[in-house]
């Protein structure tokens, strides 16, 4: 330390975790002026513009350009306007998001449909790109499995149309299931972001949807509606990769809500008569 009260420009750095020349640019851009100076006019910096230094992050973290920060400074502070930028971003954040998935599934289609082809010396471009357009822009396809495998749970050969592959009644009971597990999944990593207690009406109403799918027989499992977790395309075996991360997160949640919901159903039984 400089002083006793305050910093040099090296210990602020140090103090919040950044560069010396972080510290030198903000100062140059009028955001984070000194307020001291020392002998050889040395800068030195008070708890307060560790304070600030720390508010000037956060809101670059949020989007906001040095520019805005600068022009709004005198409402950094308003916890209603942070608020406000925090769920900005969280929708930012989804919509990327949801772009992402769309595209991943786009390319697995295209791995599938290449993995698949009779001759793999000759590639039908024409054919490649109408697969690309057709999923474009189509939220259906948000956690679309294009590998989703069509044998049953019972075994082996049972209920197949004697080639290999599911009935047509099997096959369309999968693909409900399916739909629905899609649409389960997505209103789920909505809901998370919601900061709702378990037992929230929409909450519940996603664990009984959750339950329900989970106890029909025959129905595609959570696991198998996950793109992430799909064993057969190229990225299997990796467990370190932030989609990996999301799709346990999402599991999670659902069981989370799970027991809620039985914890619920639990407390307002009726005792049994006497």
């Not at 969280?90 to 919509?95: C, L």
């Not at 992402?100 to 082809?117: F, Q």
């Not at 799709?247 to 039985?262: D, K, M």
């Amino acid at each position: 330390m400089a002083d006793a009260e305050y910093m040099s420009v090296g210990d602020l750095a140090r103090r919040v975790g950044v560069t010396v020349r972080t510290v030198q640019y903000y100062d140059q851009q009028g955001l984070l002026a000194p307020s001291a100076k020392g002998p050889n006019n040395q800068r030195l910096y008070s708890e307060e513009d560790a304070a600030l230094l720390y508010g000037i992050l956060t809101l670059k973290y949020l989007g906001q350009s040095l520019t805005a920060i600068k022009d709004h400074r005198a409402s950094m502070g308003d916890g209603e306007n942070l608020k406000s930028l925090v769920v900005s971003q969280i929708q930012a954040v989804e919509d990327d998001l949801q772009t992402l998935l769309t595209r991943i599934s786009t390319l697995r289609a295209l791995y599938d449909d290449l993995d698949g082809a009779a001759d793999a010396q000759v590639v039908d471009w024409e054919h490649l790109a109408a697969l690309i357009k057709e999923r474009q822009g189509e939220d259906s396809l948000f956690w679309q499995l294009t590998c989703i495998r069509d044998e049953g749970d019972g075994p082996a050969g049972a209920g197949t149309d004697g080639r290999g592959g599911s009935s047509a009644g099997e096959s369309a009971r999968r693909s409900e299931s399916v739909t629905q597990w899609h649409g389960l999944i997505a209103d789920a990593i909505r809901q998370m972001s919601a900061d709702e207690p378990p037992t929230s009406p929409q909450n519940l109403s996603l664990a009984e949807r959750y339950l329900r799918l989970s106890g029909e027989q025959g129905s595609a499992r959570f696991e198998e509606n996950l793109i992430l977790m799909e064993s057969k395309c190229p990225h299997a075996g990796r467990k370190d990769g932030s989609f990996d991360k999301l799709s346990r997160s999402v599991f999670g949640f659902l069981e989370t809500l799970a027991q809620a919901n039985v914890d619920l159903a639990r407390s307002t039984e009726e005792p049994p008569a006497v």
